[in-house]
């Protein structure tokens, strides 16, 4: 026999090496308890959480939870099917209503996850024969339904305007072509040039998909995403997002208005061959994308701690993902994986959680502590962190500038 995981015997190492030398197992982390959205009980210890993705600290909003809870008495604990067949119910309609409410648009389609939303819009947009062009530092959903799809993948520099449109000018212009660009991107917290990236797309007769993961909830006057903040609405044909981050449940969709959309519902595979999300997931992800619509507080209040956090976290001498706040993440650039293991656990012993972050998550190889704020951290919080993130330095010997 042939042993298939020997492929893996350096990763095994690796971590084997980070575990014998005493320190905690970075991706295995329990919470015992979750106390409020920025709060959770980890190894009998009451820990502050900055590294989650609640950005609007939904997951306990009273509203939310009771939507679920009438849910699950209403419709039971699951849907034991796909969509297509018996997993659509009243809830899946409702939530999906809820999110053409909240983007302005016609059609709205809910998939298990982000990551299948992605997998399946672009591998069922673009198939065999057509282009889709996308930022090198796409998430891995992105790459996925580009495989899934056996579409040509044309990758342009992170960011880059004239890469991309030096790429566009390459290809064919009779084939079909699809640009996929982020709002905010998920490592760094970098948000992209949309306005101009949009203009070039679209000169050269392409589709465009904005995946606003990062940025639903927040940005732009209604929360719709980098795409509202740019007034690109009319412009871009189709918005991916996930409910796992400012919403605070799980799941994920696409919205869009072009009149064929629904067509999608039939073909595409990661939406048809896989279950339905439960009622209760529907019912308070509903319920919280109602809620995010009129959030402006919540939204000036995340913006304050994410400035208070950069700007403390700069002052100290920390090297960060971006010159100043673009969006709730701030990256946290470490030297190596040696120092960022124990950094991240130097942390976590000082009552404090953020994201470790390695390859191949992370661009250009490198390491980094991903911390992301939520609008419900206080500023004492905010506080108690920086002083963690100081002590922490100073003990792993962290050298800053
Ligand atoms: N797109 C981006 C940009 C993401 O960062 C993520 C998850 N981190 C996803 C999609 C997938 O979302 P989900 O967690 O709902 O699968």
Same mark, same amino acid.
């Given at each position: 026999?042939?042993d298939?995981?020997?492929?893996? /015997? ?28 920025? +709060?959770?009980? !980890?190894q ?6 900055m ?8 997951t ?6 009771a ?10 604990a ?15 309609k409702?939530? +999906?209503?809820? $999110? ?23 591998s ?8 889709? !062009?996308?930022?090198?530092? =796409?998430?891995? =959903? ?8 056996n579409? /040509?993948?044309? #990758? ?17 212009? /009779? ?5 996929? $660009?982020?709002?905010?991107?998920? %490592? ?10 949009? *203009? ?7 589709m ?11 940005f732009g ?7 509202e ?26 919205? @869009? ?9 039939? &073909?595409c595979?990661?939406?048809?061959f ?15 994308? *109602? ?6 507080d ?9 400035r208070? %956090? ?5 002052? #100290?001498g ?5 010159e100043t706040?673009? =969006?709730? !993440?701030?990256?946290?650039m ?8 124990? %950094?991240?656990?130097?942390? $976590?012993? #000082?009552?404090?959680?953020v ?15 991903r ?6 951290h206080?500023?004492?919080? &905010?506080?108690?962190?920086l ?6 330095a ?5 050298? $800053? @500038?």
């Amino acid at each position: 026999m042939i042993d298939l995981l020997a492929k893996f /015997d350096g990763l095994v190492a690796e971590r084997q090496m980070v575990l014998d030398a005493g320190m905690r197992d970075p991706v295995g982390v329990v919470m015992s308890e979750v106390l409020s959205p920025t +709060e959770a009980i !980890i190894q009998g210890r009451k820990t502050i959480l900055m590294g989650t993705y609640n950005y609007m600290g939904m997951t306990f909003d009273p509203d939310v939870i009771a939507a679920g809870e009438a849910a699950l008495r209403d419709f039971g604990a699951g849907t034991t099917g796909s969509r297509v067949l018996n997993g659509t119910y009243a809830t899946h309609k409702d939530c +999906e209503a809820a $999110l053409c409410e909240f983007y302005g648009t016609k059609y709205a389609m809910v998939f298990s996850t982000g990551y299948q939303a992605n997998l399946g819009i672009v591998s069922t947009l673009a198939g065999r024969g057509d282009y889709v !062009i996308l930022d090198a530092d =796409s998430h891995a =959903s992105i790459y996925d339904g580009c495989s899934m799809g056996n579409a /040509d993948v044309v #990758r342009f520099r992170h960011n880059s305007v004239e890469d991309l449109e030096k790429r566009l000018r390459r290809l064919p212009a /009779d084939a079909g072509k699809l640009v996929v $660009l982020e709002g905010v991107y998920s %490592m760094l917290g970098d948000i992209a040039p949309l306005a101009e990236m949009v *203009r070039v797309a679209k000169a050269a007769g392409a589709m465009v998909l904005v995946d606003e993961a990062h940025a639903m909830g927040f940005f732009g006057e209604h929360g719709r995403g980098v795409t509202e903040a740019a007034g690109l609405e009319d412009q871009v044909d189709f918005i991916v997002g996930t409910f796992s981050k400012s919403v605070g449940t799980v799941g994920g969709f696409c919205v @869009s208005n072009h009149p064929k959309f629904e067509a999608l519902r039939l &073909v595409c595979r990661p939406y048809v061959f896989t279950a339905a999300l439960p009622p209760t997931v529907m019912a308070s992800s509903a319920a919280s994308i *109602r809620k995010l619509m009129h959030n402006a507080d919540k939204r000036a209040a995340l913006w304050a701690a994410t400035r208070g %956090m950069h700007e403390g976290l700069r002052a #100290r001498g920390f090297t960060l993902g971006t010159e100043t706040a673009e =969006s709730a !993440i701030i990256a946290v650039m470490m030297p190596d994986q040696v120092t960022t293991v124990r %950094m991240w656990q130097a942390l $976590l012993e #000082r009552g404090v959680y953020v994201n470790f972050a390695r390859p191949p998550a992370t661009p250009m190889g490198t390491y980094l502590l991903r911390c992301s704020l939520c609008a419900a951290h206080t500023a004492e919080q &905010v506080a108690t962190i920086l002083a963690a993130f100081e002590a922490a330095a100073a003990e792993v010997g962290l050298q $800053l @500038s």
